[in-house]
């Protein structure tokens, strides 16, 4: 996954300073941290776990070039036993974690690392990074998918998602959370997810005649016709498209699709449908596309506008209504003892956890509980190990898998989480012997 | 700027079926592009041009390597024409374009690009994708500017920005808006923007004692002491740094700032600014972070919070009250003809323009003329030529020059729009000429 090979200085400058004063203090012992979502936004019911697979790539790959070290000397600030240990640096470390594509709630953790406490520091910035924006946009999209049941969903977002990277990975996390495919052509390079797109405004616009427009891309793209038809007037246009479908017949070409981008949506589908239909054009689909998110298309499907597909893209990529997450990676234990971070509002449940899911009778998820990893609880333990002592332990669920697994549970969402509003929260039960230990510490600490 | 240059195949697939009609229709004559927001957030009342240098730099590097094109034939999608096409793509056109830190509003294209179509069309996607995140956190990052005169701010967004893309090309465009630095490391490398940092809470949480902690930091970083001081008790640990500084001062260790990251930070501030003078800190700033922008920063001066400086991340680089612009990068002009527009809500000014600025006699900005190219009216031409036929043709402005005019315009801001709510709009007329054109387009096409 080239794409997030990016600098090991692609970090905060506090983890260096961090770094240079516990090689001082001759502080490296295990160090055990924890990335998890401390808190839904507003309106969402349920995150989804993604991002694993570029963490994974960025520990097996984290390096620190030459030339990178050399600018980290000039800046006159490191000494040389810390520019050295950055120099041999990879991480040596275990990861235990939650499957890509798996549903997920408020405190629990999705990745845990075990490694002495420079390594595991040192790589808090990226995980970070990673975890929290492939998550966001996952969690939308889940939000999208459960909006649009039986729809084509195409994600749109790369031109407004923020650089290159969210494009890539958001059309990735996309794709886990149930969406068909992304107008992203890298993103097929790179992940294999199938790309969709035909025509702009832009394309109508250059040729003098809109009708000429369709009829030579119909001829460049004779398997991939989808036809853009607001450029000027919607409903005209697909009189057009009717008139000129006999002749694309004539051809061999089927006209898949009409585009609709702009006005109200329904109301144009809606013309649009019956015009098609008059025309005998019953099998093209209406795709639409424009400021779309679940709530817009929870409100169109609402009015019964016949629309086949949408293209879903800045609010998804942005997350529009919801554009971070309140995430942390924080420590849990070091050098055999549970730590804990007490700052107001911002406390954390210590020591090494795992999360055990119970289910119901028909297979609805019925509560999580919150426990130490040494409990042992019953239920489905959702923390796997992926890897160990810096390398991976198992096979990983591939992109395809992670789409199933996040298809699975949604299924197995209770019905009052797939609202787009706010429901009572899932039950997390944090267990006795992490409330013990919880207070263990703060009364050491007191 | 490394972090730009990524692969050709970073596109919406719609420009390649597009290319392959445009070559299969054999049009190829010289088109005019403009990017340009169409209308301002909520709350906003101008916006920062950002991104122009990564988009040049994009424009004379994009190329489609031997993989790639073997990856497009393998879809079955394109033929060898097109293919072919690609494999000797390099940009060749001319590019007009306003400074980065340049103040704009709605309408005024910040970008003009004049090149055959289909290059023109090709490079669309990723010219919106990088001037639309740029402009989006300059323009975000001007009014943490506005709300904190002569503190001291950093970007700390790097965790939560979507991607590394976003962290590094966010870090650089808040740093033209007037930001002192950045918590990146990467972009102190790559752009030399300074990077700030010390220490985050695990620091102190791995040591059993929160004075050894300070301590061991101040010796390991003795030029860069900042104490986080709020892991446990803000103003207890306030006294423990009072405590710990004669030690250090006799070692020649001063400490510049303490860092408060939680709670009511104006009290936590106030406390603790009478717990440092008290035990003679007079010269130690008091830095705040967390969950901080330009409404919470208001907030805070406006009850005198004695804070020197501020960390501000998530919101800033996420704009999260604001996490997209209405963008686009629009056909003007196709084989010399004037083209426009007119879906719904999204009509566009046809023709290649210009922007004049007038000022008072004060200096402050009067009023902008978006007008055609070819009118030439009074004032201050906004938009310059960058790139002819595919090679840079000036000097442009560095990092520290955008810096200086975003400055230098955001004192000649009119002073209603340096509020932090919506202000009445500047004004913005556009031409005859224009307005003729327009008229005429619609004639032509109607």
Chains 1, 2 share one sequence.
Request: net charge neutral; aromatic share 8%; charged share 25%.
């Amino acid at each position: 996954m080239r794409s997030t090979q990016v600098s090991g200085l692609l970090t905060d400058l506090y983890q260096f300073t961090m770094l240079q004063g516990y090689l001082e203090s001759h502080m490296d012992e295990v160090a055990v941290y924890e990335f998890f979502v401390r808190k839904l936004p507003p309106r969402r019911n349920f995150l989804v776990a993604a991002g694993l697979e570029s963490v994974l790539d960025y520990l097996l790959t984290v390096r620190f070039a030459p030339d990178e070290i050399r600018f980290l000397e000039k800046t006159g600030r490191f000494n040389r036993r810390f520019l050295d240990y950055l120099e041999n640096f990879s991480f040596s470390g275990d990861v235990y974690a939650m499957p890509e594509g798996r549903v997920f709630f408020p405190d629990e953790p999705i990745l845990r690392i075990t490694a002495p406490i420079l390594e595991a520091q040192l790589i808090e910035t990226r995980i970070i990074n990673l975890l929290h924006y492939q998550t966001l946009v996952a969690s939308k999209a889940a939000r999208v998918v459960l909006a649009a049941p039986n729809r084509l969903l195409v994600d749109f977002g790369l031109r407004r998602a923020h650089g290159a990277e969210a494009a890539l990975l958001g059309a990735r996390a996309a794709f886990i959370a149930g969406f068909h495919g992304s107008s992203n052509v890298l993103a097929e390079h790179l992940f294999g997810i199938p790309s969709y797109g035909t025509m702009a405004h832009s394309f109508i616009q250059a040729h003098d005649d809109e009708a000429a427009a369709f009829e030579h891309f119909a001829h460049a793209q004779p398997g991939n016709v989808v036809l853009l038809i607001d450029t000027y007037d919607t409903e005209a246009a697909a009189e057009k498209v009717v008139r000129l479908a006999p002749r694309l017949k004539a051809a061999g070409i089927a006209i898949r699709a009409v585009r609709i981008d702009s006005g109200d949506l329904a109301d144009h589908a809606k013309k649009v449908r019956r015009i098609l239909d008059a025309g005998g054009l019953k099998d093209t689909g209406i795709f639409a596309s424009g400021n779309l998110d679940e709530y817009e298309i929870q409100r169109l499907l609402a009015q019964d506008a016949p629309i086949t597909g949408f293209g879903v893209g800045t609010r998804m990529l942005t997350s529009s209504d919801a554009p971070y997450l309140d995430c942390a990676y924080k420590l849990m234990e070091y050098a055999g003892h549970a730590r804990r971070k007490r700052s107001e509002g911002k406390a954390t449940w210590p020591g090494r956890k795992q999360v055990y899911r119970t289910y119901d009778g028909e297979g609805r998820m019925a509560g999580d509980t919150l426990c130490l990893d040494s409990e042992g609880y019953t239920g489905e333990p959702l923390l796997q190990m992926v890897m160990k002592e810096g390398k991976r332990t198992a096979h990983l669920p591939g992109l395809a898998e992670a789409r199933k697994l996040c298809a699975q549970d949604l299924l197995r969402l209770p019905e009052a989480l797939k609202s787009l509003d706010g429901a009572p929260p899932y039950p997390v039960t944090v267990s006795r012997g992490l409330k013990e230990m919880a207070a263990a510490v703060d009364e050491h600490r007191a």
